[in-house]
């Protein structure tokens, strides 16, 4: 075989070495960005099952009681049954983070309520309060775009920023071209709180900006101001 065709076959085009590049970026802050996740997802679920052990440990003791109630044992045999279904579809739920099925979509006003009650916690211990002001936004977007770049951007604007602070949320919608997701932090007043390192990396914006490429998501910062256009 020549020379020529030696090249031919070791030398990659430019375009789809940076196409492979950009997809290795992508893969990366998804890690990361589930890495960062894992705590508020694994508390999460251990909020659906933990009433379950309660119910049942109640159960337990009635059991070794000289004469159990069995109306009232059937009584908690049921909830634990009900409580039982809650978990499966809390569990379900929680498993579409980690691996996403098709291209589901939702409403942006419930995507964001969704991710503020599962940070909400991780937020309040490292000083940070999440303001939801999305509750009247109307339109829907893809749960993907959502739960990836502005997870992402809330992460990566508050691992820059000194707590305590502010984080308000907001959507602008501009006719039918699509709906801008608005993020603002401001400084408070009060002490500091002890400082945590988090569980994993920090997320930057090189990873915000790599998944808002693979989502289709234009992102624009300034300091203290942080904007996603999802287009319609």
């Keep these: 075989m020549s020379q020529s065709n030696l090249s031919e076959f070791s030398v990659e085009p430019q375009q789809r070495l940076d196409e492979r590049l950009q997809a290795r970026l992508v893969e990366a ?5 589930l890495r960062r996740l894992s705590p508020a997802l694994r508390h999460d679920l251990a909020g659906s099952l933990q009433p379950i052990s309660m119910i049942a440990a109640i159960l337990e003791r009635r059991l070794q009681m000289p004469q159990p109630d069995l109306m009232l044992l059937a009584k908690n ?3 634990i049954g009900n409580l039982s279904r809650e978990a499966v579809n809390a569990c379900m739920s929680l498993m579409t983070w980690l691996a996403p099925q098709g291209q589901p979509i939702q ?5 964001v309520d969704e991710v503020v009650k599962l940070l909400g916690t991780d937020f309040s ?12 936004a109307q339109g829907h977007v893809l749960s993907s775009a959502l739960r990836s770049v502005f997870v992402a951007a809330l992460l990566a604007l508050s691992d820059e920023a000194q707590a305590p602070a502010l984080i308000s949320l907001g959507v602008v919608q501009t006719a039918e071209s699509g709906m801008t997701l608005t993020l603002t932090i401001l400084a408070t007043a009060g002490a500091a709180p002890p400082a945590l390192e988090p569980n994993y990396r ?4 090189d990873d915000v900006q790599a998944l ?6 234009t992102l624009s910062r300034d300091k203290h101001n ?3 256009f999802f287009g319609a």
């Design 226 to 228: 942080v904007s996603l």
């Design 77 to 79: 045999a049921n909830v």
């Design 107 to 111: 409403a942006i006003n419930a995507g």
């Design 212 to 217: 808002a490429i693979a989502e289709r998501v």
């Design 29 to 33: 802050a998804r890690y990361a960005l």
């Design 125 to 136: 211990i490292r000083g940070f309060t999440l303001q939801n002001d999305t509750g009247q």
């Design 202 to 205: 920090n997320i930057d914006w």
